[in-house]
């Protein structure tokens, strides 16, 4: 992402985007049923959370130390989840496994998105869902956060020319108050979508 050093980026003792989960997953977290994959979950803000809802979450993100941070934070809120230290450039999820895939933040680059979002719309079970919130391309009018090239920012046509097998639930950008940790912090654009695998 923008060439950042995640495990640089992560070890500092902080939880450097907070341990509050993200509000759009917290918002819609009743329609979403375990098994769970996070797509780059970093330090676990949003698996725990979903753990403390009682699902099982399996946390994917190429940052052994993020992943570290996100085991302590579940074993600080008396929970179980699962890490496992991947590059989404390579990484293969199981077919027909999960019922819900996250992916908050998780803004990569065209190259990658082409090769994993049609093993992510594989990965879930039918009426599976995917739940997704990307800062939008308008973001690089902003200095609130985020990569600062458009290839990685998402448009609601991305989504849609991207999970072509997913029935939007949901697929709108909005202009939202952001305040997750000190590199997310302020007005923002995001394309929120919420997206139905059909059957
Ligand atoms: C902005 S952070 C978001 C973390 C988390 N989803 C959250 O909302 O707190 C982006 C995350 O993407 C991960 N990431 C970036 N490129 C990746 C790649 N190619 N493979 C795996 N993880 C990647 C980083 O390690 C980082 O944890």
Redesign the pocket.
Known sequence: ?NH?D?NDR?SDEEFI?GTNP?EFLVEHSSKLRGPVL??????G??AVFLALLGLHVTG????SI?LTKARKLASMKGVDILTEV????T?NPAPNHYMSVIS?????PSN?RNRLYPLVERCLMPNGLLLLEAYSENQLRRNTGGPNDADMLMTVSKIEREFPNLEPLMLHEIQREVS??K??TGMASVVQFIGRKMV
Request: proline share 0%; net charge negative.
């Open positions: 992402m950042i995640w992560y985007y993200n996070s797509l780059a979950e970093g330090e803000r949003n994917v993100d190429g940052s993020g991947a590059d989404l450039a990484y908050i933040s998780a803004h990569l990658i997750e940790g590199h997310h």
